[in-house]
């Protein structure tokens, strides 16, 4: 099935530093969303950026999106402790009904 | 959450034992969504839901039903539990289906013993 696959499966930076994740999935999409989920806790939606869009920003995160790759990356400027998290995307199915989830990348923000 | 609560939060169950969890929702959400959480797997999805008595299935929907006579709540019921099947299941609600972002509950944490 469709899937997105995110890259690193890991990351672990300092606080300060900026935080890269990207993301490949295989076949075209109308939608692809990042989602953020803290240890224990439900998906916490951060952004969905369309297939017509190459840039979002919310706050401190970016996302890009190049569909003649089949790629996307999230960065988060400025990392806090607060950031460490697992970060997940999401491509919608080609029904359209659904969104189909990456494993995901545990990032860590060391203080 | 807000708006999106599961019941229980934990539970350990018995081989073979019918299991159900609930989700219910405060939003008024037309699509509602049963993922199971696995290592290495992301969220899977089970079955969704686009309406009162409106279902289908997901990606890993063996083993599992669902039901949904009332807007505000969705049910996922194990008919006859296997370890294969302890996971943490999430539900997810969304006004308009894939186009907009889903809201999470906070998760079932279900072990098959």
């Known amino acids: 099935s469709q899937q997105g696959e995110e890259d690193p499966q890991a990351l672990s930076i300092q606080e300060g530093e900026n935080a890269t994740m990207n993301c490949s999935y295989k076949?075209?999409?109308?939608?692809l969303q990042w989602y953020r989920q803290n240890s224990g806790r439900g998906l916490v939606h951060l952004i969905l950026i369309r297939s017509n869009e190459r840039e979002k920003h919310s706050g401190r995160l970016r996302v890009t999106l190049d569909t003649s790759k089949k790629s996307s990356s999230l960065l988060i400027t400025a990392s806090r402790a607060a950031d460490t998290a697992s970060y997940f995307c999401a491509t919608d199915d080609p029904t359209g009904q659904n969104f189909v989830f990456g494993p995901g990348t545990r990032l860590s923000v060391l203080p | 959450d807000a708006g999106i609560t599961q019941s229980p939060r934990h539970k350990v169950t018995e081989t073979g034992t019918p299991v159900t969890l609930r989700c219910h929702q405060t939003?008024?959400?037309?699509?509602m969504y049963w993922y199971r959480q696995d290592p290495g797997h992301g969220l899977r999805l089970i079955h969704y839901s686009y309406g009162v008595k409106d279902t289908d299935k997901g990606e890993v929907s063996d083993g599992y039903s669902v039901s949904r006579s009332k807007t505000e709540d969705f049910l996922l019921t194990l008919e006859s539990a296997t370890s294969s099947q302890t996971s943490v299941y999430f539900c997810a609600i969304s006004d308009r289906g894939s186009n907009y972002g889903y809201t999470f509950g906070s998760g079932t944490r279900l072990t098959v013993v």
């Open positions: 076949t075209s999409i109308n939608n």
């Open positions: 939003e008024n959400h037309r699509y």
